[in-house]
């Protein structure tokens, strides 16, 4: 099934503490890891939501030429000391990795590491235009990787959580500045064929919605369409009369 979220990445200062509190408050179990001397990675899940969680624990100087052959590995602090916790990386898997690359690359996005096979694993990834958020996209076999995705192991006891609390991910919200909301959703548009559609009779496409009273926040929604092949076809949500 192309053309959907495959999992969110966290960059975060206390791997253990994050995966703790994920466990034990919101139902997820861990289920595969990575390791090297310069990084630390989780997967946990519930239901069909998938986090990756990254420590930093070493600099991207560290990085050898085995490395660059490897399933990416990206922070929201690049070679910087980590200051801040952050959900950075919205990884997607495609129908084709590399024509998404080139209309990114046509758009004047970012390219921040080029296509590769990685285990028989299709994979780049690419700059958003909005802040600090990557995209991780993979084009995965027909048949599921052994162990999530290569590079990972899975973790010993890996069963269905019967605590879980969620089924699915539902939607992904940016924050952004005033005014940035048309100019994002136009990228998103152009690189990935996001269409707008509305939340509420009370929006419009220019102005989408504002939720007023104590949280006085601003609203666009847009989506990516079931079907690959239309958002490779750039649909439109049909304006209103």
Known sequence: MPGYIHHIEWCVRDLEKTK???????????????????????????????FILTQKLGLDSQRTAADAESYPITFCCGDEQHTCDSVFN?????????????????????ILREPATIQSVRT??????CGNVVHTIIQAPEEPFEHFLPGFQAVAGD???????????????????TGESHGIIDWYRRCFGMVRFLVNPKETLDDGIVIEEEVGMRMMVGEWMSEWLCRENGIQFPMST
């Open 159 to 177: 069963v269905a959580c019967p605590n879980a609390v969620t089924s699915h991910m539902d939607h992904v919200t940016y924050v952004c500045q």
């Open 90 to 110: 919205v990884c997607l898997a495609v129908h084709d990795v590399d024509h998404i690359t080139e209309r990114v690359r046509s758009n004047n996005g970012r």
């Open 20 to 50: 703790r509190k994920l466990i034990e408050h919101y139902g997820f179990e861990e289920f595969a890891r990575r390791h090297k001397s310069w990084f630390q990675q989780s997967a946990v899940r519930s239901g069909q939501t998938i």
């Open 124 to 129: 780049a990834v690419v700059g958003s235009c």
